[in-house]
């Protein structure tokens, strides 16, 4: 088993976990703001509690987004960081691969479509097929009626407490973040893809261009929302 580092600050929680030989330490808590000033010593607390340096690692896999802006940003930047001091290649996992994993770990479902609340009245999302080959749609931003879930398929992910009667109805339905722990199982495939990057070339996945809106686009938004069908 790699030696290997995972964390993921893209949504309102924080998942770190540590997977040394047949060990896996793991710590979720609080995100937001406050994972910028937590992530690093958290960071070398499951380190040493696990027996590893940095320098150690096989890889540090970071959630790369999409997500929160800020978010995406402390867990590029900290990843940057710890592998430019440590000499160690970095993973970029997507997040909602990692929703869609958790899912497939939790529930048992194998082919989902993945759903991250983007707030603004959007939501991030993509289809994974996790059967023996996964394949997987490019991450798109769209609003939560916009979203097509094919037959049979789940629909999964944090975005059912704020769209939940937007989103279109599905087999089953599964309220699930991206975790550190869900990074560490796809990390061995992705290893063995050679999907490592220098730290210098890692960067946060951001598939919405605009981060705000102004007072008028907001409320020709929730008009719209209150009067589709």
Known sequence: MPRLLAFDTSTEALSIAVQHGDTLLEHSGIGGAQSS???IPLIQQLLAEAGLTLGELDAIAFGRGPGSFT????????????????????LPIDT???VAEEARHRFGVERVVAVLDARMEQVYTACYDLG???TASEAELLAPESVAVPAG???????FAAYGKRLPRATARHDVLPTAAAMLRLAPALLAANRTVAPADAWPLYVRDKVAQ??????AIKAAATHSP
Do not use: D, K
Not at 153 to 159: D, K, P, Q
């Open 132 to 134: 023996l080959e996964v």
């Open 71 to 90: 978010g995406l940003r402390t867990a590029c930047s900290v990843a940057q960081g710890l592998g430019f001091g440590a000499g160690v290649r970095l």
């Open 153 to 159: 398929w789940a629909l999964v992910g944090n975005a």
């Open 214 to 219: 102004t007072t008028e686009e907001r409320a």
């Open 96 to 98: 909602l691969h990692a």
């Open 37 to 39: 000033s937590t992530l």
